[in-house]
C-alpha cells in the first residue's frame, strides 16, 4: 500500500465502522496520538499533555499523523466547522426561547344535538328569505325539502321528553341489574325546556318567513301556502302589518297563531 494515501483513523484499529467493540475514538491533535474509550463520555483528556481531545464521526477521512500537512489542514478545517455548527445550534436556542409558546385553545362548549341541528336549519332559511327573486325562486323549488328538514327538527324537539325518559330508565335499569346504583353520576339534560321552546319559536318563525316570501313573489300557491303550515303544526293567519314577514306586501300573508289564543283553537307553537 502507499503510505502516503489518507486513511481511517478507524483502519488502525481494524473496524472499518470505527466502533470496535462499541468504543468510540478519541484524538489528540497536538500529540497525534488517538485513544478508545467508551461511548458514553462526552470528553477526554489526553493523557500526555493533558489536553482535550477530538472525536471525529467515523465515516469521515482522517489523514496519517505522519502526513503534517494534511493532518493539521483537516483539524483546521474540522474545528471551524465544528465552531460554526456550535454557534448555529446556540442561535436556534436563543429563537426558541424567544418564541412565544403556542396558546392553548378554549375547549369549545358542548352544544346540544338540538341546537346543532336547528340552528344552522333556521340560519339558512332566514337567508334565503332574504335573497332576489331569482334566487329565491331556486330554493323555493325545493320548499319540499326545507318543509321536511323542518317537521324533523320539530319532531326531534318534541320527542325530547320521551327520549330523556327512556335514556334515566335505561340507565337506572342497567345499573341495578349490575349493583352499580348510585355510584354513576347523576343524568343531566342536554337541553332546558325554554331553551329547546325557543329553539321551536325560532324555527317556526323562519320557515313562516320563507314560506311567506315564497307566497308573495308567486312562487307558492295561497293554497299550498295554507297547506304547507298545517303539515308543519301552523295555522293561516292575516298578517300584522307591524309583523309581517312578506317583503313589502300589502297582501295578506299566513303564518303562526297567536300565543295568546285558546288551544282548542287548533295546534300552537309551543309545546
Known amino acids: 500500500k502507499d503510505s502516503r494515501r489518507p486513511r481511517l483513523l478507524s483502519e488502525s484499529f481494524g473496524d472499518k465502522k470505527g466502533g470496535s467493540m462499541g468504543k468510540r475514538t478519541w484524538t489528540c491533535v ?36 505522519k502526513l503534517t500537512k494534511e493532518w493539521d489542514a483537516f483539524w483546521l478545517e474540522y474545528k471551524a466547522n465544528k465552531a460554526r455548527q456550535e454557534d448555529v445550534e446556540r442561535e436556534a436556542q436563543k429563537i426558541t426561547a424567544l ?8 375547549a369549545k362548549p358542548r352544544v346540544s344535538y338540538i341546537d346543532a341541528i336547528c340552528a344552522p336549519l333556521i340560519k339558512t332559511l332566514e337567508h334565503s328569505a332574504g335573497l332576489p327573486v331569482h334566487q329565491l325562486a331556486g330554493h323555493a323549488a325545493n320548499v319540499d325539502f326545507w318543509v321536511s328538514e323542518t317537521k324533523h327538527c320539530l319532531a326531534v324537539i318534541d320527542g325530547y321528553q320521551q327520549r330523556f325518559e327512556r335514556l334515566r ?9 349490575n349493583k352499580i346504583a348510585g355510584k354513576a353520576p347523576p343524568i343531566q339534560r342536554s337541553a332546558k325546556h325554554t331553551a329547546r ?75
Open 99 to 106: 418564541r412565544p409558546e403556542p396558546k392553548k385553545r378554549p
Open 169 to 177: 330508565a335505561g340507565q337506572a335499569e342497567y345499573e341495578i341489574k
Open 30 to 65: 497536538t500529540c497525534r496520538k488517538s485513544y478508545r474509550r467508551k461511548p458514553s463520555l462526552n470528553s477526554v483528556e489526553c493523557p500526555t499533555c493533558h489536553r482535550p481531545c477530538e472525536s471525529a464521526p467515523w465515516y469521515l477521512r482522517i489523514p496519517s499523523p
Open 197 to 271: 321552546q325557543e329553539s321551536r319559536r325560532s324555527l317556526c318563525q323562519a320557515i313562516e318567513k320563507f314560506l311567506n316570501r315564497c307566497h308573495h313573489e308567486g312562487l307558492l300557491s295561497e293554497k299550498d301556502l295554507k297547506a304547507t303550515l298545517h303539515s308543519c303544526g301552523m295555522r293561516a293567519r292575516a298578517c300584522v302589518p307591524a309583523r309581517c314577514h312578506c317583503v313589502g306586501s300589502r297582501e295578506p300573508s299566513y303564518g303562526l297563531s297567536d300565543l295568546n289564543k285558546n288551544k282548542a283553537d287548533g295546534p300552537s307553537v309551543v309545546d
